[in-house]
Structure formats: C-alpha cells, structure tokens
C-alpha cells in the first residue's frame, strides 16, 4: 500500500511526519514531475494532472485558488471518505504543494455535509496543522446532491452560489472561483501528489502501466466477500483484484464499472479485462471512473438494476435544462414499464430515440452520464432486455441488487 499505508486508524500530523516527513517545499518545477510520473487525475474523467496544474500556473498572479473536492456523490463510491478519514495530512499535504506550485492565495476543501466521520477527521487535522508555516484552508459544505462534485458546481458553490452545475464553456483555469484562476482537484489525486513529492517519477511508476502508473483506490461493492475501498495496483486485472479481496459471494450475474456513470460488463468479460485506464476504453469501450465495481448477485438483473439508477439520476438532476427535466424523466417512466417486463418494443424504440435526443444536450455531463449507462446495460444484456419485452418475468425484479442509495436530498446549499 501507498495511500493508505501507516495506522490502521486516523493518522495524527505527528504519526504522519514521523512516518513520512515534514512537507516537501516546492515552486513550479513540480509541475514537471507531475508530467515525468504521469499522474492522472483519480475524479473519474483521469485527465493528466500536470496539464491541469500548468494551465492555471500559467494564468496565476499569486491570485490563484485551490480547491481539494471531497464531495463524493457517487452512491456506490467511498473512496474520498476513507482517504480523508485515515490520511487528511496526506490529502492536505497535497493541497499546500499545489498552493506553492500555483502562486495560490486561497486553498479550500470542499465537503459534502453527508459524513460526520471525515467532518471530524478534517477538523482535527487543521487543528494540528496551525502551527505550520502554511496558508490557512477554509472548508466548504455543501448539500450531498450527486452533481454537487461536477467541478462547475464546486467552483459555484465556492463563489458563495449554489452547487449547481455553470453553464458557461469558459476554463476554470482562466476563470474559477470568484473568477479566479481556479485548479479543482480530486481529494486522491492530492494525495498521489504529496507521495511524488516526497519520492520521485520513478518511484511512482514503479507500480501501474506506461499509461496508467501507480495505485489506485477502487470502492468494490454488491456481491463480493469482503465490500470496501481498497488501494491497488492499476497494472493488475479486475479478476485478479476480486480474488485478492476474497472473491464473490454467488456467481456474478454482471457488473458496473466506474459507478452511475460507468459501465456494464457481462460476466464472461469479468475475467479478461485490465485495470489500465486506456486499454479498458479502446479496446473494451469501458470506464473505469472514479474506482467503482459493482457485481450483481446470481439472479440479479442488470436491466433492473439500470433503470433504478436512471430514475435516481433523473431525481437528483439540477433542472436546468430540458435533457435533464423532461428527457430522464420520460427515460425513467418507460424504462419502468420495460424493467418490469409490462413494456413493448415500442417503448424500446422511444427509449432508443430518446438516448440519442438527450446526448450531448445537456448544460452539464449529467444527461449523458445517465443515458451513457442505460445504452451500456441495453447493449450488453440485450439478449435478456428481450426477456422483459416479451412479458416475461424476471426474478431480479425481486433480488438484492447493489447497495441503494439515499432519497434524492434536499436544496443545494
């Protein structure tokens, strides 16, 4: 382990520089070890981080702000909540780094109000830390809503909005909070951050692929032995990460990768497909996301379980544009219909129509994300769809599907 190496509980800013240090100081040299190591960013879209940094350094007249997002609205994901709960300092550590890098004059760690335990753990830490020569960082809470982390959104909500996503196509490196040159970064990758400055490119590609170095977190969820968040190895295989956590509780019935925004696998494809982030997409058309595998349990069904997602995205969308409002909702009521075997094929040719209507027409990612998924569970169980078509029943109407997520929240504040 690397990310969660060290006590098995919260790590105290003592035990932390015990084990690994003070803070390394650096400038905008570091910029370039980012690019050697080839971190990507571990938020979902795995954009090189480097890259990022550089467009705000380029903008940034000692005005520059950073923002830690730990908003996590992925239902099935938990992999920001533990990190910040056992290694803050590292996280924070990430930050400052970013802060010197950038000429930032603000750092801001942005929450969702939804886990008192990192909450705790968040204090505690910048408790400890004001005794170091570092800049101050406020802590931003917002509404658990699942577009609350689009990067849009946070830096809305860190400009005193709401937390809705923007509509403007203007950079956040060119203008972010308060118009600021504005680097939003994933709490995980901060911490990948903090462990090159202290260890090298080298040492980071140790572990990984030439295109997806180092670990990993990856939440597994649904039917496996031991569900949680564990770090791994991004040039292992998803098969191989399974059997080290214990295997499957029943036969698989299929799986979704990357989260509510990712895709569905049959379970023949279980065994075969890598971790690496680029393989996965070329040559498996597959997202690995934000670290998120969900197996369904022998008797699940993946058309179910799909359109229980949908209609969750389609409540928690922001509602400001048509493909959100009218189109994942109609989405949502015919894929009902199908999902419990009382639909036709005419419903699958709106739903079809519909998919296509609503792509690519939305103020933010959140449509496409939605539909990208149905499409995926569509196309890869479609000889069992025509199941449900034909009227006939289906058992994973009534089985345990993935771990549901809560009522749709409230405001957006």
């Not at 910040?84 to 890098?101: F, K, N, S, T, Y």
């Not at 809503?145 to 400009?159: D, I, K, L």
């Not at 065994?271 to 699940?300: E, K």
């Amino acid at each position: 382990m690397r990310l969660l190496a060290g006590p098995r509980g919260c790590e105290s800013l003592a035990e932390h520089e015990k084990r690994l240090g003070p803070r390394p100081r650096v400038d905008d040299g570091f910029i370039d070890v980012l690019r050697q190591s080839g971190l990507r960013g571990r938020g979902g879209a795995w954009f090189p981080t480097w890259r990022k940094w550089a467009a705000v350094r380029e903008n940034s007249e000692r005005n520059a702000v950073v923002v830690v997002n730990g908003h996590e609205g992925e239902p099935l994901s938990g992999k920001d909540r533990v990190l910040l709960q056992l290694r803050p300092h590292l996280v924070i550590d990430g930050a400052m780094l970013a802060a010197e890098a950038l000429g930032a004059s603000e750092v801001t760690l942005y929450l969702s109000r939804s886990s008192r335990e990192t909450d705790h753990a968040v204090r505690r830490a910048l408790e400890e830390r004001a005794r170091l020569e570092e800049p101050p960082m406020g802590v931003e809470r917002t509404a658990h809503r699942y577009v609350g982390g689009e990067s849009s959104a946070v830096v809305s909500r860190a400009s005193g909005g709401q937390s809705k996503p923007r509509f403007t196509l203007v950079r956040m490196a060119d203008k972010g909070v308060n118009d600021q040159p504005t680097l939003v970064q994933n709490a995980e990758t901060m911490a990948h951050a903090a462990l090159i400055a202290r260890y090298g490119p080298a040492w980071f590609r140790q572990l990984g692929t030439e295109a997806s170095p180092g670990t990993t977190l990856m939440t597994l969820t649904g039917n496996v032995k031991r569900p949680g968040v564990y770090e791994v190895d991004l040039g292992a295989t998803i098969a191989g990460v399974v059997r080290d956590v214990g295997g499957t509780v029943s036969p698989p019935a299929g799986a979704l990768l990357g989260g509510y925004f990712g895709s569905w696998l049959s379970p023949n494809a279980l065994s075969t497909l890598p971790l690496d982030v680029d393989r996965l997409r070329s040559a498996h058309s597959a997202a690995f996301g934000c670290g998120i595998l969900a197996l369904l349990p022998q008797g699940g069904c993946a058309i179910v379980e799909s359109t229980r997602i949908l209609a969750y995205l389609a409540a928690e969308s922001s509602g400001q544009c048509g493909p959100c409002v009218n189109g994942l909702a109609a989405l949502a009521d015919t894929m009902q219909r199908v999902a419990t075997s009382s639909g036709d094929f005419g419903d699958l040719d709106r739903v079809t129509r519909w998919i296509d209507m609503v792509n690519g027409r939305g103020a933010c990612h959140h449509p496409d994300g939605a539909v990208g998924q149905l499409q995926s569970a569509l196309t890869v169980f479609k000889e069992h769809l025509h199941t449900h078509l034909l009227g006939h029943s289906c058992h994973g109407v009534r089985a345990v599907g993935f771990p549901q997520p809560p009522a749709p929240g409230e405001g957006w504040k």
